[in-house]
């Protein structure tokens, strides 16, 4: 399944059910039991209609963790090297992943998550662009202010913590994983995107994605890294 392949079947294809339900029921019950995963804010996760989770990344088990907060498949962005094998794109694509090349924009992507957001679908974002760690969070991107503003759903900052070295090889370290999803963020519903206002419009998902990392433990950002005031969204 080659990348184009795997764009094609997310916007034109749902998650595998049973291939997701298959590995939803084992991950619930191994992050309960043996990561003592600690998760606040299922509420703030919608039951239907679309919505942008945008949350820091700190390891490939990410997208799983975020995705039980949710009792409806939550699709998300993956490295593009990961689709170079067929086996491995087809099981990510069956679980809602889709490929984005990373340190460029990638139009591709940004196409497909608005296609995703336009029937209703909940899309994961990292705005980091890719993995950060250890230490604070990395500055985002504006990727994520661009999808909101043109796309029109709202964003729900999460945060995450305890999941930076989970991975010993082909084994997973025993951590104590939380998760926090914090309140939807509203910008005035859909609407044309300039790269000064997709960057405004991150800055505040980022603020809000920072307070609730700080609230799990996490580093301050630097101070260079302070979140500017919004400007410019009704």
């Not at 890719?130 to 945060?159: N, Q």
Request: aromatic share 8%; hydrophobic share 45%.
């Amino acid at each position: 399944m080659d990348q184009a392949a795997s764009h094609k079947r997310a916007r034109q294809r749902h998650t595998n059910r049973v291939v997701y339900w298959l590995a939803r029921m084992p991950l619930q019950f191994f992050l309960k039991f043996y990561f003592r995963a600690s998760r606040v804010g299922y509420e703030q996760i919608p039951a239907s209609g679309a919505a942008i989770i945008a949350s820091n990344h700190r390891s490939f088990f990410d997208p799983f963790v975020i995705g039980t907060m949710s009792r409806r498949p939550i699709y998300y962005v993956a490295k593009s090297e990961l689709f170079r094998n067929p086996v491995l794109a087809w099981l990510i694509s069956a679980l809602g992943g889709f490929p984005v090349q990373r340190g460029i924009g990638d139009r591709d992507a940004i196409h497909t998550a608005e296609e995703l957001l336009a029937r209703g679908e909940l899309v994961l974002i990292f705005p980091e662009g890719t993995r950060t760690r250890p230490g604070p969070l990395a500055k985002p991107r504006r990727g994520v202010g661009r999808l909101a503003l043109e796309s029109g759903a709202p964003v729900i900052p999460v945060a995450i913590i305890g999941t930076e070295d989970v991975r010993n090889g082909i084994l997973l370290r025993r951590r104590w994983v939380r998760v926090v999803a914090g309140k939807p963020l509203e910008f005035g519903g859909k609407q044309p995107s300039t790269p000064e206002l997709a960057e405004s419009v991150t800055a505040r998902v980022w603020q809000d994605v920072a307070e609730l990392w700080e609230s799990l433990g996490g580093a301050p950002a630097p101070q260079d890294l302070e979140q500017p005031e919004l400007a410019g969204v009704a």
